[in-house]
């Protein structure tokens, strides 16, 4: 995630794009991971991972949350519209960030694709999460199926030009589309050595699945 700028490019229109280009997936998804959430933690200390413009956070609605993404221009729009919570930043990657104390959560909405490196990324994560705490991620994961093949399609060669028109930035688009690994379920959950699965399932439409996995010790 280090093409950082390419989200500042993006900040501002990046709400009203996403839901256009997702036709309001991303949206529904987000309902469902953090009712998933809540069956198992309904409140504490959150680590929102790539926070964007501070929607995860949002929904979660924790009692304390710290959001983490590099973005100076999306964190201002998460600062608005979070302003009545108690909700600090951390301007910094997955790989190098420092969090003041540890935390009950670790929520990553469709971030972990973008860290720059998975294992490092979320072995720094851990060292922030309490014992007994929760690591969830929904992420679009890699499959043979028709469906998440033609996603891809629709990802490299429709979205930029939507995404273009709404934000003027055909090229940022383009950019942000190379971005993107394609990773699978296995390579996410092999990194959480240590965790405990608690949900596994592939959403609807699958070509993205949600993990719960809870930190022993």
């Given at each position: 995630m280090k093409n950082?700028?390419?989200?500042e490019?993006l900040a501002k229109?990046?709400d009203?794009?996403?839901?256009?280009?997702?036709?309001?997936i991303?949206?529904?998804w987000?309902?469902?991971?953090?009712?998933?959430?809540?069956?198992?933690?309904?409140?504490?200390?959150?680590l929102?991972?790539?926070?964007?413009t501070g929607?995860m956070?949002?929904?979660m609605?924790?009692?304390k949350?710290?959001?983490?993404d590099?973005?100076?221009?999306?964190n201002?729009?998460a600062?608005e519209?979070l302003?009545?919570k108690?909700?600090?930043?951390?301007?910094?990657?997955a790989?190098?960030a420092?969090?003041?104390?540890?935390v009950?959560?670790?929520?990553?909405?469709?971030?972990?694709?973008?860290?720059?490196n998975l294992s490092e990324?979320?072995?720094?994560l851990?060292?922030?999460?309490?014992?007994?705490?929760y690591f969830?991620i929904?992420e679009?994961?890699k499959?043979d199926?028709?469906?998440?093949?033609?996603?891809?399609?629709y990802?490299?060669k429709?979205?930029?030009i939507?995404?273009?028109i709404?934000?003027g930035?055909?090229?940022?688009?383009?950019?942000f589309?190379k971005?993107?690994?394609n990773?699978?379920?296995?390579?996410?959950?092999?990194?959480?050595?240590?965790y405990e699965?608690i949900k596994?399932?592939?959403l609807?439409?699958p070509i993205?699945?949600i993990?719960?996995?809870?930190?022993?010790g």
């Open positions: 950082v700028e390419i989200y490019k229109k990046y009203t794009a996403t839901k256009v280009v997702s036709f309001g991303e949206e529904f987000r309902k469902i991971f953090v009712k998933e959430i809540k069956k198992y933690i309904s409140n504490g200390t959150l929102d991972v790539a926070s964007a929607d956070a949002k929904a609605d924790f009692e949350m710290y959001l983490l590099p973005s100076i221009e999306m201002k729009i600062k519209k302003q009545n108690n909700v600090k930043f951390i301007e910094d990657f790989e190098s420092k969090v003041p104390e540890q009950d959560i670790i929520t990553a909405f469709m971030a972990v694709r973008n860290f720059d990324g979320i072995k720094n851990d060292k922030y999460l309490k014992n007994g705490g969830a929904v679009l994961t499959s199926s028709i469906l998440f093949k033609l996603s891809m399609f990802m490299s429709i979205v930029p939507i995404g273009g709404i934000t930035e055909y090229q940022t688009y383009k950019k589309d971005m993107i690994k990773i699978t379920d296995d390579e996410i959950i092999n990194q959480l050595d240590g699965i596994h399932k592939r609807f439409p993205a699945s993990i719960i996995a809870r930190k022993n």
